[in-house]
Every structure is written in structure tokens, then in C-alpha cells.
């Protein structure tokens, strides 16, 4: 993978600005897809352990200090 990662960092750099522009544009909008699926993803779990009575709410120091 190192190598083909280097493969398209070089053939990146000899690319119009326009174009890494480009890439950099859509790269940024990937990235923000990731994000939101990850959040996503993370409150799906988060609702399925609050159902099933595993997630713990509380606003006590200690307490939380005991959770970690």
C-alpha cells in the first residue's frame, strides 16, 4: 500500500493547480461523509445501549471517575 500511496501522492503533484484543487475539494467532502457516518454510527450504539439499559447517565464526579 506504501507504494501505491506513494504513486498517487507523485502523480498528484504533477497535476494542474486546478485539478489538486479539485482534489482537495472532493477529499475535504469525503472526509466530512466519514464524520457524519461516523457520528452516526456512534448514535445508533448509543441508543441501542440506552434501550438495553448499558448506558449510564450521571452528573456525579465521582461517579463518572468510578465509570472510567
Do not use: G, Q
Amino acid at each position: 500500500m506504501h507504494l501505491e500511496y506513494d504513486k498517487i501522492v507523485s502523480e498528484i503533484r504533477n497535476l494542474p493547480l486546478e485539478d489538486k484543487e479539485e482534489i482537495k475539494t472532493l477529499l475535504e467532502k469525503y472526509i466530512i461523509e466519514e464524520r457524519r457516518a461516523e457520528i452516526l454510527d456512534n448514535l445508533k450504539k448509543s441508543r441501542r445501549e440506552r434501550r438495553n439499559r448499558r448506558l449510564i447517565f450521571s452528573n456525579r464526579v465521582a461517579e463518572l471517575k468510578k465509570m472510567i
